[in-house]
């Protein structure tokens, strides 16, 4: 029942790693020091939400189609986000391409 609860626990930090986006994801990074599953979904966080912030301040400033862009790509942003806390909370490693593989390694040191 320990194992279960222990279990429970990790799976609940990983999904905390995502609900404040990049902060959170370093929060958890401070706290969480030698569970690489945790570690994972942290650095996935941190990456993925910085890397959304770029991208949409970059075309946000194309004309014209920029508009419908940001609008798009925030909500392929927010599915992606909800589909990573569930996977989180499932106890699976889902990895986002290329940013997955920088997640995974980082969670290996």
């Known amino acids: 029942m320990n194992s279960a609860k222990s279990h429970e626990n990790q799976n609940i930090e990983a999904v905390n790693s995502y609900l404040m986006f990049f902060l959170s994801g370093f929060l958890i990074l401070q706290t969480v020091k030698h569970n690489k599953f945790v ?7 941190i990456y993925f939400s910085i890397a959304f ?6 075309i946000n400033y194309l004309p014209y ?11 392929a942003f927010f599915l992606t986000w909800f589909y990573l806390i569930l996977t989180a909370y499932q106890n699976k490693e889902i990895k986002l391409p290329y940013i997955g593989d920088i997640a995974e390694k980082e969670s290996k040191k």
């Open 53 to 58: 912030l770029v991208f949409i301040g970059l």
């Open 39 to 45: 570690r994972f979904h942290a650095y996935q966080s």
């Open 65 to 75: 189609v920029g508009y419908y862009l940001v609008r798009l790509f925030t909500t």
